[in-house]
């Protein structure tokens, strides 16, 4: 009974690895312009089959005052087979090399806001599933940094 039930749970799990499609989240980067704060989001497509890559992004620069976080219109592009990409929310540096070519998001400021350093989410809704992800956010005025990965939803 044991072993009837250990494969039906493997099936499962595989199962579930082999899913139609796949959304990733960012919860939260930072990404400054005029400030030394860098986010950077990553991909990977670990599949034999190219994938449409959809993201919205949510900008937490509040610009009709405090709780105004509203998506910005959802922008798609490709991640063929077995690629992969990284890219800078907000701003574009030489660095990015061929992420300069993924949409930033639009920057919208109150008027109390002076300092365009800009944070947000993103969410990225994949038609493949075997999207890999990853955040990571480096301070060049204190040379630290942090990364994690992202996992599909």
Not at 13 to 22: H, T
Not at 47 to 72: H, I, K, R
Not at 127 to 152: C, K, Q, R, W
Request: hydrophobic share 40%.
């Amino acid at each position: 009974m044991m072993k009837k039930f250990a494969i039906v749970f493997v099936v499962m799990m595989l199962g579930s690895f082999v899913a139609e499609a796949a959304t990733l989240v960012v919860p939260f980067f930072r990404n400054g312009i005029g400030s030394n704060v860098r986010g950077v989001i990553s991909l990977k497509n670990t599949t034999g089959s190219d994938a449409v890559l959809t993201v919205t992004y949510t900008s937490a620069v509040d610009p009709g005052g405090p709780g105004d976080f509203t998506d910005q219109a959802p922008f798609t592009f490709a991640l063929v087979a077995n690629a992969s990409q990284a890219w800078q929310p907000v701003r574009d540096e030489n660095s990015e090399n061929n992420g300069k070519t993924i949409q930033n998001m639009t920057i919208k400021f109150h008027s109390t806001h002076t300092n365009p350093s800009c944070c947000g989410a993103a969410k990225i809704e994949s038609d493949v599933a075997g999207i890999a992800g990853m955040y990571a956010e480096f301070n060049d005025n204190t040379g630290s940094g942090f990364g994690h990965v992202i996992l599909p939803q």
